[in-house]
């Protein structure tokens, strides 16, 4: 069984001059975070490597990644990391280049918070359900909003694990009191609601292109009965943890892979009332607001397998792995 994972420093991604990159050489399994000091030189070290260790012997092929300066020259700090690097530079110039640091011209065009918090919640998939019965379970409350977004609902659902939404009704619930089978993954084409409330402090770029989409805040029943379409957002249980997130700064956003226990339904079969029995670890890509953190819900994805690099393409304004 695999018990540790070394860390180090490498001159190529086979392990060529390889030394440690952090403390002790390597961290524990059950560590989410390896940290490489701040100020570590890293020569002619070219990617990070890591390797899977038990007591028995150490992994011959590690798991590498490429250093790569993703942010720029003069602009690593991500607090003050900006919508629009080009206005930033702009404004630098016109203030003489001396008068102005990069990091207080993106501070003064778009000020960000460098303790902004990641809205964990992750957009699952849309479900029926008859929620006026046994389905919310025991402790579940619901809101009504002032307005349509999942934004709004997240906030509502503070201190609880997962959050669903129909229209403006919102409904906050504990996972392991659901009776999940009565609950049904259907087609997301059946969420078919637009959401109403999008708020472009939170996303500038985005707002009206969210705007414009269905599927994140619940539909209608077509038969008009008691079973109607949710909108569903479960609380993400893990980061990857040897892989980097993404700045992208034409979207204002921060892209993650996260790891989600998500129910999938049972349709009321007795074996998946539970949850334990009804759910499934699936891999999502998350992306959240640079500004704020809240969840930019229309661009989750399910992935069937965990990706190890985001990294943006800022030349064609897309994410790559």
Not at 1 to 16: C, I, K, N, P, Q
Not at 103 to 118: C, G, H, M, Q, Y
Not at 208 to 232: K, M
């Given at each position: ?17 390889r030394?440690a ?5 390597g ?13 570590t030189?890293?020569?002619s ?11 028995l ?34 404004l ?38 008859d929620v ?5 379970g ?19 659902c ?5 959050a ?10 504990q ?21 109403d ?5 939170d ?7 969210f ?11 077509p038969?008009?009965?008691?079973i ?10 893990a ?10 700064r034409?979207?204002?956003l ?36 640079l500004?704020?953190?809240v ?5 989750h ?9 985001l ?11």
């Amino acid at each position: 069984l695999v018990d540790r994972y070394a860390v180090s420093l490498a001159e190529d991604a086979e392990g060529l001059g390889r030394v440690a990159a952090v403390a002790g050489g390597g961290v524990n399994v059950g560590t989410n975070q390896a940290t490489i000091p701040p100020g570590t030189a890293t020569g002619s070290h070219t990617h990070v490597l890591v390797y899977l260790e038990s007591s028995l012997a150490e992994q011959s092929t590690p798991l590498s990644f490429a250093l790569r300066d993703v942010y720029g020259p003069g602009a690593r700090d991500l607090g003050h990391v900006g919508l629009d690097g080009d206005a930033a530079r702009r404004l630098q110039e016109e203030d003489g280049a001396d008068a102005v640091a990069p990091a207080e011209a993106f501070r003064r065009l778009s000020p960000v918070s460098s303790a902004v918090t990641v809205d964990t919640f992750t957009f699952v998939g849309c479900y029926m359900a008859d929620v006026s019965g046994a389905a919310p379970g025991a402790s579940a409350t619901t809101t009504e909003l002032a307005g349509s977004s999942p934004s709004l609902c997240a906030q509502a659902c503070t201190g609880f694990e997962v959050a669903a939404l129909q229209n403006r009704t919102c409904l906050c619930m504990q996972a392991p009191e659901m009776d999940i089978g009565a609950w049904d993954l259907v087609l997301d084409e059946q969420c078919n609601t637009p959401c109403d409330a999008w708020d472009a402090s939170d996303f500038p770029v985005l707002v009206d292109y969210f705007a414009s989409l269905d599927g994140f805040c619940g539909g209608d029943d077509p038969d008009g009965g008691a079973i109607s379409p949710w909108s569903v957002f479960e609380r993400y249980d893990a980061v990857m943890a040897v892989g980097q997130g993404a700045v992208d700064r034409t979207r204002g956003l921060w892209w993650q892979v996260v790891l989600v226990q998500a129910f999938t339904g049972g349709g009321g079969t007795s074996e998946q009332t539970e949850y334990a029995n009804a759910s499934a670890w699936q891999w999502h890509i998350h992306a959240s607001s640079l500004l704020t953190g809240v969840s930019a819900v229309p661009l989750h994805r399910l992935v069937d397998q965990p990706l190890g690099v985001l990294v943006e393409d800022e030349a064609d304004e897309r994410l790559v792995n």
